[in-house]
């Protein structure tokens, strides 16, 4: 997320923060504004902003407004919609009702502001190309990934969830190419998990990280990797962060299922009209029984 980068301030030059000093105080306000304008106001030139644009990893300073504005009002959004269903100790069921997909929302919309598109790519085609997919995880992170196993498997691709390493498996597969792992973590900090990941980068597969937190050791034992986001965090949020983690977790691993899905679209496209027509025999077959 541009805000998340303008805050962390990785490797910005003092006129880099003075740029980004400034866009996180006015946000809104500096919408619409030329690269002379901001340039005046930060006392710093026009050369300096187009500069602090590519740094951020756009093509132009117009591509970087039209992103940060769409943050902007979408975060804005957000804020309102917590804020106008906020729970508390007199929350009726109504309330609840309404909250629900609130957060949904929140946790869909801050994560997708995070992909990384060509990323998604990347990892889908490793996972097409796979002989067999490895998804770890615990506690929810694991079931999400058995929903995710289940998907896979239903267009041909054989995958399974697993909530502890199986060293012989590894072993048995050792001379396998495109081997993929996939780890889920809601933190980014369970030691298992990371642990998990170092394993099967050190053992050549493909590792490839859903997981929440910013600056996470895991990270390095990934390849690729997506941040689930929990959206605002304020009162409602932080005591329902197994909702809204959960929620951006199975959004992730469904942008990557489809993905996948629509690289061999033909092909499913078939298997799902084959398996339709099967379906409608053996409900024929039955009935005549």
Known sequence: MILEDLKAKKDFTETDRSIADYLLEKKA???????????????????????????????????????????????????????????????????????IPAIYDTAITST?????????????????????????GLGVAYN?????????????IRAGAFCGINDHAIESRRDEQDNVAIVLSMSGKN???????????DNGYYTFGIMGGADNEIKKYCHDWLRISH??????LSMTTGVN?????????????????????????????????????FYDYTKKE
């Open 231 to 236: 959206g605002k965090g304020d009162v409602t």
């Open 29 to 99: 306000d500096c919408v619409g504004k030329t690269t002379e304008q901001i340039a005046r106001e930060t006392y710093t030139s026009k050369a300096a902003i187009i500069r602090f644009c590519k740094k951020m990893g756009f093509e132009s300073f117009r591509d970087f407004m039209r992103s940060f504005e769409r943050e902007t009002k979408e975060l804005y959004r957000m804020s309102v919609l917590m804020d106008e269903n906020s729970i508390d100790e007199n929350s009726s069921v109504s309330s609840v009702l309404n909250v």
């Open 191 to 201: 030691p298992y998990i990371i642990k998990t990941a170092k394993a099967m980068k």
């Open 144 to 156: 999400l990934g058995n929903i995710f196993a289940f998907l896979l498997n239903s267009i041909g």
């Open 245 to 281: 983690g959960a929620t951006a977790m199975k959004y992730l691993l469904d942008v990557l299922f489809v993905t996948t899905m629509v690289m061999n679209y033909e092909k499913n496209r078939k298997n799902d009209d084959d398996a339709i027509k099967s379906i409608k025999l």
């Open 112 to 136: 997708r502001m995070c992909i990384d598109e060509a990323v998604v790519r990347r990892a889908a085609k490793k996972i097409v190309k796979a002989p067999f997919v490895e998804i770890y």
